[in-house]
C-alpha cells in the first residue's frame, strides 16, 4: 500500500487549493461527472475465490468471493485501475471501493477486524488514481469516501411477525459508520458520500457520525447524500417521497443532494425534477444502465444512457452526473461529452417556510 512518503502522493498537495473550495469552484463553472459501476468493472475481471482472499486471507475459513470491498486488500492493483479508468474516461469524482466497508456488513464474511484498513486503504488507492490521472492530464480530481446503507434497517422490522423489532439500532449505524468515516478521512478521502439511501434513519445515523467524527478531527468535508427508489411509486423503502426525503436530510447543510441506483435513467426522471424543484443546494444523479435484464445484466449502451442523463443536464436539473450499476468507463466517456458545455443547475433560493 501506499504511505505519505510515495512519491505520487508528493506532487500531491503541496500548494494545492484546498479540496473543498476547489470543489465548489469547480461546480459553479460546469457539470462535473462521477464515476460509474465499480461492481461491474470487478465482475469483468473473472475474479475467483483464491484472488479474493490473496496472500494475507488464503487460510481463512469463511468465503470470501464476493466480498468486492476486500479487493481493496488483496488486489490494490486491480481497484486502483478502475478508479484510473473512469478518471481518464472523464469522472471528476471518483467514489472509493467502501461502500459495504462497515462492520454491520463485513460481519458477513467475518471480516470486521479489517474495516479501518479497507476505508483507510480505499481512499488511498483512489486518491492515487486521482492524482495519477492529474499528472497525466493536468485536471484534479476528487475522492469521494463511499457509505453503502449497510444490509439492515433500523425503521423497518425484518421479521413480519414481529412490527416491534429491528436488526439494527440507531447507535449501531452511528459507531459503525464512524468507523468507516474515520477510516476514509485518514486515507485522504475529499468528499462523504452517504448513498443508496433506502432508509433514512440509516441515512441519519451516517450524518451524525459524519459530525462526530469531523469533530474529533478538526474538519468539515462536503457531504453527499443519495437516495435510492425502488420502484414506480416514486418513494424509498422506508416510505418517504423524494421532497420529503431532502426534507428529513437538509438539516445537514449537504453538498449535494439526488438520487441513485434501481432505475435508469428514464424512470427515474419525475423523481429527479422533484428534488431539483424543492432542494436549495446541488443535485447529483446516477441512474443504472437501464432496467436489468432476466439474467441480472444491465443493456443499456453508453450513448443511450449518456443521452437521457445528458438531457437532465440541458433541462437544468442537475450539478453532478455519472453511473450506477451496470455503467463502465464507456458510460462514463459518453456522459462527460454529453454534458461538456452544458451550464449546471442553478441553484434556487426558496422562501423560508417551515417543510416537515
Not at 328 to 352: D, F, N, S, Y
Request: proline share 5%; with cysteine; charged share 20%.
Amino acid at each position: 500500500m501506499t504511505s505519505s512518503l510515495d512519491p505520487i502522493f508528493d506532487t500531491a498537495l503541496a500548494h494545492a487549493q484546498p479540496a473543498a473550495e476547489a470543489l465548489r469552484e469547480a461546480a459553479e463553472r460546469r457539470v462535473l461527472v462521477l464515476d460509474g459501476a465499480m461492481g461491474t468493472q470487478i465482475q469483468g475481471l473473472g475474479f475467483d475465490e483464491t484472488h479474493f482472499r490473496g496472500e494475507r486471507f488464503a487460510g481463512c475459513e469463511c468465503h470470501l468471493q464476493g466480498n468486492n470491498d476486500l479487493l481493496t486488500l488483496t488486489q490494490p492493483q486491480a481497484i486502483e485501475d478502475i478508479h484510473f479508468a473512469y478518471a481518464m474516461a472523464g469522472a471528476d469524482i471518483l467514489e472509493t471501493n467502501t461502500f459495504s466497508s462497515t462492520s454491520i456488513a463485513q460481519a458477513d464474511y467475518g471480516m470486521e477486524a479489517v474495516v479501518y484498513e479497507l476505508n483507510r486503504d480505499g481512499a488511498r488507492l483512489a486518491r492515487r488514481a486521482a492524482l495519477k490521472a492529474e499528472r497525466a492530464d493536468g485536471r484534479r480530481r476528487f475522492v469521494a469516501g463511499a457509505l453503502g446503507p449497510t444490509n439492515r434497517t433500523a425503521s423497518l422490522s425484518p421479521d413480519v411477525n414481529n412490527p416491534g423489532y429491528r436488526a439494527v439500532t440507531f447507535d449501531d449505524l452511528r459507531t459503525a459508520y464512524a468507523e468507516q468515516i474515520g477510516g476514509l478521512i485518514d486515507g485522504g478521502a475529499d468528499i462523504i458520500l452517504i448513498e443508496t439511501i433506502f432508509d433514512t434513519l440509516n441515512a441519519k445515523a451516517a450524518i451524525f457520525a459524519c459530525e462526530e467524527v469531523f469533530a474529533e478531527h478538526g474538519l468539515r468535508l462536503p457531504i453527499m447524500i443519495s437516495g435510492t427508489i425502488t420502484d414506480r411509486s416514486g418513494r424509498t423503502l422506508s416510505g418517504q417521497t423524494p421532497t420529503a426525503f431532502w426534507n428529513s436530510v437538509r438539516h445537514a447543510k449537504p453538498f449535494t443532494i439526488g438520487l441513485n441506483c434501481a432505475l435508469g435513467a428514464s424512470a427515474m426522471r419525475e423523481h429527479l425534477e422533484e428534488i431539483a424543484n424543492a432542494a436549495d443546494t446541488y443535485v447529483c444523479a446516477y441512474p443504472n444502465a437501464g432496467l436489468p435484464n432476466a439474467f441480472g445484466q444491465y443493456d443499456e449502451g453508453p450513448e443511450a444512457m449518456a443521452e437521457q442523463v445528458g438531457g437532465f443536464a440541458r433541462d437544468g436539473l442537475v450539478n453532478i452526473v455519472g453511473g450506477c450499476c451496470g455503467s463502465t468507463p464507456g458510460h462514463i466517456r459518453a456522459i462527460a461529452e454529453a454534458v461538456r458545455g452544458v451550464a449546471p443547475r442553478p441553484i434556487p433560493v426558496l422562501p423560508p417556510l417551515m417543510r416537515l
